[in-house]
C-alpha cells in the first residue's frame, strides 16, 4: 500500500494561485502513475490530472486543462499541481493517488489520504 500525505491547500481570491504537494511512501513510487482528485461539497470526487512514472505523459480534466500542471519528483517521492487563475468552481478537497494506467483517471487504491482543502473566494 501506498501512503499519501497531501499539502499546500489554502484560501485564495479568484484569479490566484496555489501548488499542491503530496508526498508518498510505502511501495515503490516511480512505479505508479500518479494523479489528483478532488471533492467539492455535495458532489462526487473527480479526476483532475494525472502523470506517468517518467512524467512524458499528462492528463487534465476539461475544467482545469491550460490553468493546471502536474508534475512529479521520483526522487522526492512528491507530485505537485500547480494551479493557476484559480475559480470559485475550484473550491474542493484535494486528493492525490496512484491512478489506473490505461484509463490515466480512475484511482488505482481504495484507500486516500486526508486530503487538502482548497476554498478560492469570488
Known amino acids: 500500500q501506498v501512503q499519501l500525505v497531501e499539502s499546500g491547500g489554502g484560501l485564495v481570491q479568484a484569479g490566484g494561485s496555489l501548488r499542491l504537494s503530496c508526498a508518498a511512501s510505502g511501495r515503490t513510487f516511480s512505479n505508479y502513475a500518479m494523479g489528483w482528485f478532488r471533492q467539492a461539497p455535495g458532489k462526487e470526487r473527480e479526476f483532475v490530472a494525472s502523470?506517468?512514472?517518467?512524467?512524458?505523459?499528462?492528463y487534465y480534466a476539461d475544467s482545469v486543462k491550460g490553468r493546471f500542471t502536474i508534475s512529479r519528483d521520483n526522487a522526492k517521492n512528491t507530485v505537485a499541481l500547480q494551479m493557476n487563475s484559480l475559480k470559485p468552481e475550484d473550491t474542493a478537497v484535494y486528493y492525490c493517488n496512484a491512478v489506473n494506467s490505461i484509463t490515466w483517471s480512475t484511482p488505482a487504491f481504495d484507500s486516500w489520504g486526508r486530503g487538502t482543502q482548497v476554498t478560492v473566494s469570488s
Open positions: 502523470i506517468n512514472w517518467n512524467s512524458r505523459r499528462t
